[in-house]
Every structure is written in C-alpha cells, then in structure tokens.
C-alpha cells in the first residue's frame, strides 16, 4: 500500500464527515452510508489511540533500558578503576588493555608540535 499522509485523511474525513451530517445524512453516496463511513473513522480513532498507548510504553521502555545501561556505565567505570587500582593487576596490566581501557604504557602524551607552513 501507498504511504498515506494520515493526518491529511484524517483532517479530510473529519470536515467531510460534518458536513454529510448536517446536510444529508441520511443519504447514501455511491453505495456508503454516513453510519458506515461515521464507523470507519471511528475505527481509525481507536488504532490511533491504540497505536499512541503502544507508543507511550515503547517510551517509557526505553527510557528504563537508559537508566540500566547508565547504571551499567557506571559499574563498568568502577570496575576499570578497580583493576587499575589493584595491586596484582594496575593500570598497564594486559587484563585492563582487555576490559578495553588504554593501558599506561600505551598511552600518549598529548604534546603535539604544530610547524608552521608558508
């Protein structure tokens, strides 16, 4: 099916559905009634209701999964100043450069000499 641009059917329906009801509701247009066009709209109410409650625990969702991964972040930081600060294993150990810190011997320094260019 087609993208729909729903919220341009749904403003259309809605004017289409007032005026059919304050000048000829009881009338049928090629073979649709108002009632079953009324019910068809209201139809589509209810999967926009449906879909904006899915919508709000998809949110509320996502947001606990943030709040476990910064806690996670966290643990994970204490764990690396963990194994730096013990004293079998320190921040140059092979295991520390494993958990995916940078070891103190790999590390540089920072200094960096710009030449100039003519």
Do not use: H
Request: glycine share 8%.
């Amino acid at each position: 099916m087609a993208n729909v641009n729903v919220k341009r059917v749904k403003e259309q329906c809605d004017v289409m559905q007032d005026a059919w009801n304050e000048g000829a509701k009881s009338v049928d247009f090629n073979g649709i009634s108002y009632t079953a066009f009324k019910a068809d709209i209201d139809a589509a109410d209810a999967a926009d209701d449906e879909i904006g409650d899915i919508e709000a625990q998809l949110k509320l969702k996502r947001e606990a999964r943030d709040d476990m991964y910064a806690a996670l972040d966290e643990k994970r930081s204490k764990v690396g100043q963990g194994v730096a600060g013990n004293a079998a294993y320190g921040d140059d150990s092979p295991l520390y450069g494993a958990m995916g810190f940078v070891r103190k011997s790999e590390r540089k320094s920072g200094l960096t000499k710009k030449t100039k260019t003519t």
